[in-house]
C-alpha cells in the first residue's frame, strides 16, 4: 500500500472531521435537537436597551463635548488672532503669547482625553448591562420554547431564514417584563 504524504494525510484527516461533524449534525437533527440562529447585532442595535444606553450617553457627555467644540474654536481663534497680529508685536509679546497657547492647547488636550475616558468607561458599563439583559432574554427565550442551541447568524454560513428568532427577541426585549 501506498503511503500518504504529510499534506495528503492532513487533508484526509480534515476531510474525516468535516464528514464526523456532519453524521453528528444529521443525527442530532434526527434525535429532535431544535436550532435557532439570532442576529446578534440587529438585535443589539433595535432592541429600546441599546437606545436607551445611547440616550443615556448623549444626555452626559453632549455639554462637555459642546465645551470642548468652544475651546477648540477659541484656541483657532486666538491663534489666528496671534498670526494676524505677530507683524505689530515685540517679540517678548510674540513669545508670551505663543507660550499661553501653547498651555492652553495642552489643557485642552487633558481635558478632551479626560472626558473620552470618561465617557468610553461609560459606554462600557451601559453596554455590558445591554449585553447580559440581551443573553438573559435569549436564553430564557431559548429555555422557554425547547430550544437546544441557539448560533449567533455572525457565526453561521447559512441558515434556513425560518429558524431565526432575532424579531421575536426583539418582541420580548420590547415587552413590559423586559425593562
Known amino acids: 500500500m501506498k503511503?500518504?504524504?504529510?499534506s495528503s494525510s492532513v487533508v484526509?484527516?480534515?476531510a474525516a472531521g468535516?464528514?464526523?461533524?456532519?453524521?453528528?449534525?444529521?443525527?442530532?437533527?434526527?434525535?429532535g435537537?431544535?436550532?435557532?440562529?439570532?442576529?446578534?447585532?440587529a438585535l443589539v442595535q433595535?432592541?429600546?436597551?441599546?437606545?436607551?444606553?445611547?440616550?443615556?450617553?448623549?444626555?452626559?457627555?453632549?455639554?462637555?463635548q459642546k465645551h470642548l467644540q468652544a475651546e477648540a474654536t477659541a484656541l483657532k481663534t486666538k491663534q489666528a488672532t496671534l498670526q494676524r497680529n505677530a507683524a505689530t508685536m515685540t517679540q517678548d509679546q510674540i513669545e508670551q503669547a505663543e507660550l499661553n497657547l501653547r498651555e492652553k492647547a495642552?489643557?485642552?488636550?487633558?481635558?478632551?482625553?479626560?472626558?473620552?475616558?470618561?465617557?468610553?468607561?461609560?459606554?462600557?458599563?451601559?453596554?455590558?448591562?445591554?449585553?447580559?439583559?440581551?443573553?438573559?432574554?435569549?436564553?430564557?427565550?431559548?429555555?422557554?420554547?425547547g430550544y437546544?442551541?441557539?448560533l449567533s447568524s455572525g457565526a453561521v454560513l447559512y441558515a434556513d431564514g425560518t429558524i431565526d428568532i432575532?424579531?421575536?427577541?426583539?418582541?420580548?426585549?420590547?415587552?413590559?417584563?423586559a425593562h
Open 33 to 41: 435537537i431544535k436550532v435557532a440562529v439570532v442576529d446578534y447585532l
Open 3 to 6: 503511503r500518504l504524504s504529510r
Open 166 to 177: 432575532t424579531p421575536a427577541l426583539l418582541k420580548e426585549l420590547k415587552g413590559p417584563a
Open 106 to 145: 495642552q489643557a485642552f488636550q487633558q481635558e478632551q482625553v479626560s472626558v473620552e475616558r470618561a465617557l468610553n468607561t461609560r459606554r462600557n458599563e451601559l453596554m455590558s448591562k445591554v449585553q447580559k439583559t440581551l443573553v438573559s432574554v435569549v436564553q430564557t427565550y431559548a429555555q422557554r420554547h
Open 12 to 14: 484526509v484527516m480534515i
Open 46 to 64: 433595535a432592541s429600546p436597551q441599546y437606545r436607551s444606553a445611547i440616550a443615556t450617553l448623549r444626555t452626559q457627555f453632549l455639554p462637555e
Open 18 to 31: 468535516v464528514m464526523a461533524v456532519a453524521m453528528a449534525t444529521a443525527s442530532a437533527q434526527a434525535a
Open 148 to 150: 437546544n442551541l441557539v
